[in-house]
């Protein structure tokens, strides 16, 4: 069976990649364009992540109509393979859905550092030395710390407290 003989894969062309991407870049540029009508600093986070957003979902379009769209670790076909990546997929979402929910509960430093320990653990293939490990683990803690002292401090978001900090 040859890699390209899926429905949405066609002469080496990721017809429906291109078709998801071109509906994330409209996204992006209905929220950049949108975010004009805010005043100039609640504006600069949707217009940021808006621009982004529209600008790689064309760039990744781009990839999936050239036949330059990566294919996914687990495109494998044995079953084991299929069922680890749905996996992965379902822990992903489980993990961010979690977060959302939880975060003004419990508090959003807590539950941004379990979230980002479980999903590098989710994205983590085979199993990491302990050195490793701890390097992950520390990277994880400083960039929570960075981006919520970010948010807090400079930015002055109001950051939901909850249980804890």
Avoid: H, K
Wanted: net charge positive; proline share 4%.
């Amino acid at each position: 069976m040859s890699q390209n003989s899926e429905p949405a894969v066609r002469g080496g062309r990721d017809w429906a990649g291109a078709a998801g991407s071109v509906l994330f870049a409209g996204v992006g540029a209905y929220v950049f364009l949108t975010s004009f009508a805010m005043s100039p600093m609640a504006a600069m986070f949707p217009r940021t992540i808006g621009a982004a957003m529209a600008v790689l979902s064309v760039l990744q379009v781009v990839a999936s109509l050239t036949g330059r769209s990566g294919r996914s670790l687990e495109a494998g076909d044995g079953v084991r393979a299929q069922a680890d990546g749905l996996g992965r997929r379902l822990s992903l979402v489980a993990i961010m859905v979690g977060w959302a929910f939880l975060f003004p509960v419990i508090g959003i430093f807590v539950t941004s550092f379990l979230a980002c320990i479980g999903l590098m653990f989710t994205g983590t293939f085979g199993r990491p030395t302990s050195l490793r490990l701890s390097i992950y683990l520390a990277v994880v803690f400083v960039m929570v710390v960075f981006f919520y002292l970010l948010m807090s401090n400079v930015l002055n978001i109001p950051m939901p407290r909850g249980l804890t900090f």
